[in-house]
């Protein structure tokens, strides 16, 4: 019953709240009411975007009693596309600590195929070598692992974060597939916003854990590890992942204006697109 993300006026709102606030919650637990009040936080922070009210803390006590009062929150299922260096992971981290929420990356469910050894990760990994990422056949085995991991986070009713997919506008019939067929409400899209000079400083200055299981994402700039080049949740060594060279660089925004743009584009004909700045203070700040 999200019929706040339709909202689109503060007279609406106004309007909304009159009727809502004497909704009264259903009997919950304790801890599924405080999950459920950082669903509403997140909610509103998207509806706030909407609503253009572009500084979140000028809501008022009545606007966050009306997304409160409501008896059903459903945390809004995330398609998380972006430039590289938009924050992307630290985002889908940080909703996966506090919200409950499970990300879903194709890159992470590759990376994870080859290091098991199978056939699928060899196969996987000489279409990448061959640069046939955007191959039938690369797109055919990603679909099956997603719809693989779906089933089983579905029935956990854990919210979903798909990180980075659809990848190409090819994926998208898929996509729908998989929202039809896994009953996925409220799906929206949302993209960190950067510009470009922002998103290569910050590439530079990014490093990561090693460890497969933690991967823990640093930023020499804006979130030094405590001891230099150790992570400081698993104590792994840190790494710079990949050679930042300016042509890599530009490879990757050519492929964000020519594929990524244009995926957006077509998303946004049949669900909400936020393109928001600096959401990760922005979540850090009011929703955790
Ligand atoms: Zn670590």
Not at 237 to 265: A, C, G, W
Request: charged share 25%; net charge positive; hydrophobic share 35%.
């Amino acid at each position: 019953m999200l019929i706040s993300l339709k909202t689109r006026s503060l007279k609406d709102y106004e309007s909304l709240h009159l009727i809502l606030t004497n909704y009264s919650l259903l009997p919950l637990s304790y801890d599924k009411k405080k999950q459920l009040d950082k669903w509403c936080k997140v909610n509103l922070l998207l509806i706030s975007w909407k609503a253009q009210w572009a500084d979140y803390a000028h809501f008022t006590p009545a606007c966050y009693d009306l997304v409160s009062s409501l008896n059903n929150h459903s945390p809004p299922n995330i398609i998380l596309l972006g430039k590289s260096g938009s924050g992307k992971g630290t985002i889908a981290r940080d909703l996966e600590r506090n919200l409950n929420y499970c990300t879903i990356s194709i890159g992470d469910m590759h990376r994870e195929e080859n290091k098991r050894g199978s056939n699928l990760g060899i196969r996987i990994r000489s279409l990448l070598l061959n640069n046939r990422i955007d191959s039938k056949e690369m797109s055919k085995i990603s679909h099956t692992m997603l719809r693989r991991k779906l089933k089983i986070i579905v029935p956990s009713e854990r919210p979903v974060i798909f990180d980075h997919f659809p990848t190409f506008s090819s994926n998208i019939p898929y996509m729908e597939k998989l929202i039809k067929e896994f009953r996925l409400t409220n799906v929206v899209v949302i993209v960190p916003d950067i510009s470009d000079s922002e998103s290569l400083k910050r590439l530079h200055s990014r490093i990561v854990c090693s460890s497969y299981n933690c991967r823990e994402i640093y930023n020499l700039l804006t979130k030094p590890p405590k001891n230099e080049n150790i992570c400081d949740t698993c104590g792994s060594p840190l790494v710079n992942r990949i050679d930042y060279t300016q042509v890599n660089f530009n490879k990757k925004i050519s492929f964000y204006r020519n594929v990524t743009e244009k995926v957006m584009h077509l998303l946004g004909q049949q669900m909400t697109v936020y393109h928001i700045q600096n959401l990760h203070l922005l979540l850090q700040r009011y929703v955790f």
